[in-house]
């Protein structure tokens, strides 16, 4: 099993910075994509950014050049640096491993992003 816990979320203004940390326990391979998404009450998930098993990233077209996803593998964790933010990037962000060799998803509970104009 493998657990991931969110957080860094918080209330910000149109403009400020937050960094989002998830740390990852239990039985992670080395094969992984991690990835976070974020979601609206009533509208779907979305994928904000990706960060595949060789380092490679992408991003939503609506968060490119504002938003950095990094990962330290040593502490078994992975970043989304938000910068530039704007009152439509408030939604819950949830921290996604894909684990590639078993072919399974997991998910953390979410931490809430706040940005008042």
């Known amino acids: 099993q493998v657990q991931l816990v969110e957080s860094g979320g918080g209330l910000v203004q149109a403009g400020g910075s937050l960094r989002l940390s998830c740390v990852a326990s239990?039985?992670?391979?080395?094969?992984?994509?991690q990835a976070w998404y974020r979601q609206v009450p009533g509208k779907q998930r979305e994928l904000v950014a990706t960060?595949?098993?060789?380092?490679?990233?992408n991003y939503a077209d609506s968060v490119k050049g504002r938003f950095t996803i990094s990962r330290d593998n040593a502490k078994n964790t992975v970043y989304l640096q938000m910068n530039s933010l704007k009152p439509e990037d408030t939604a819950v962000y949830y921290c996604?491993?894909?684990?590639?060799?078993?072919?399974?998803?997991?998910w953390g509970k979410g931490t809430l992003v706040t940005v008042s104009s």
């Open positions: 996604n491993l894909y684990l590639v060799l078993i072919n399974v998803n997991y």
């Open positions: 960060i595949a098993t060789t380092g490679s990233t």
């Open positions: 239990g039985s992670i391979d080395s094969m992984r994509t």
